[in-house]
Antibody, heavy 120, light 110 residues
Framework: QVQLVESGGGVVQPGRSLRLSCAAS????????MHWVRQAPGRGLEWVAF????????YYADSVKGRFTISRDNSKNTLFLQMNSLRAEDTAVYYC?????????????WGQGTLVTVSS | QSVLTQPPSASGTPGQRVTISCSGS????????VNWYQQLPGTAPKLLIY???QRPSGVPDRFSGSKSGTSASLAISGLQSEDEADYYC???????????FGGGTKLTVL
């Protein structure tokens, strides 16, 4: 049974940092590219970042470039998102999602999401 | 302002066929395949259509996707009450070097 479980969300002050984790099980994590996608309250989906299956390439949305870092540990089947210099507009539910090989960036596995609230 | 443009809302009655459009450009829809996601209230998104009108296991064949030029469409036939959800299109964008989503369409089953 495929599972993606995000953790690390919470309330943080503007300018501070937070690290999200996503624990994967039930599929071959090391062969999947992985993404972070967020959804602000009452808003649509926004893609955040993407990392190749082996961690060799990473891509970011302009809104988080230079502040967020995506990484993975295939030995522990875990995906991370380091978020620095947080802003109020980063407040959202953050989902990790799995992207199988040759799928055309189709995100077929999703976690339940973790809420990040940036507020003073 | 989303890179891909969807109508904010759509509606239909049970049994009806509805379509949801998604408009993009040559750097996204015009050069790659479009994926569609369904998000039921209070839940995570779910992949509905990917590639060239492919459905993941468990997705009914009432759902289908198509693409022409820089636009794509999701069609739902035999509309059911459980189809009431938000629907998002998405594609890779070669200019932005990232995935772009549409703003989402809220489907109401009357």
């Amino acid at each position: 049974q495929v599972q993606l479980v995000e953790s690390g969300g919470g309330v943080v002050q503007p300018g501070r940092s937070l690290r999200l984790s996503c624990a994967a099980s039930g599929f071959s994590f090391s062969t999947y590219a992985m993404h972070w996608v967020r959804q602000a309250p009452g808003r649509g989906l926004e893609w955040v970042a993407f990392i190749w299956y082996d961690g060799s390439n990473k891509y970011y949305a302009d809104s988080v470039k230079g502040r967020f870092t995506i990484s993975r540990d295939n030995s522990k089947n875990t995906l991370f998102l380091q978020m620095n210099s947080l802003r109020a507009e980063d407040t959202a539910v953050y989902y990790c999602a799995g992207d199988p090989p040759s799928s055309g960036y189709a995100l077929d596995y999703w976690g339940q999401g973790t809420l990040v609230t940036v507020s003073s | 302002q989303s890179v891909l443009t969807q109508p904010p809302s759509a509606s239909g009655t049970p049994g009806q066929r509805v379509t949801i459009s998604c408009s993009g450009s040559s750097s996204n829809i015009g050069s790659t395949t479009v994926n569609w996601y369904q998000q039921l209230p209070g839940t995570a998104p779910k992949l509905l259509i990917y590639g060239y009108n492919q459905r993941p296991s468990g997705v009914p064949d009432r759902f289908s996707g198509s693409k022409s030029g820089t636009s794509a469409s999701l069609a739902i036939s035999g509309l059911q009450s459980e189809d009431e959800a938000d629907y998002y299109c998405a594609a890779w964008d070669d200019s932005l070097n990232g995935v772009v989503f549409g703003g989402g369409t809220k489907l109401t089953v009357l």
